[in-house]
């Protein structure tokens, strides 16, 4: 991958989604550690939105500043 490819800025909204997407992945790696129980549907729904939301949140922001 050259280096034109690969996104560096604060404001590429590519950049800034993939950075929101490592925090809320290690977020979840957290929380899995805290607690002791198997996945339910319900927590399953809940992985899927907090790794999505705020990688979808933070693209739109970052592309429209």
Not at 9 to 19: E, K, L, M, N, Q
């Amino acid at each position: 991958m050259s280096g034109s490819e690969f996104p560096s800025s604060w404001g590429d909204p590519r950049y800034v989604t993939a950075i929101v997407g490592v925090l809320a992945v290690a977020a979840l790696y957290v929380y899995s550690a805290l607690t002791q129980s198997g996945p339910t549907i319900g927590e399953i729904t809940f992985v899927l939105l907090v790794v999505l939301l705020p990688t979808t949140v933070a693209y739109e922001a970052a592309r429209r500043w």
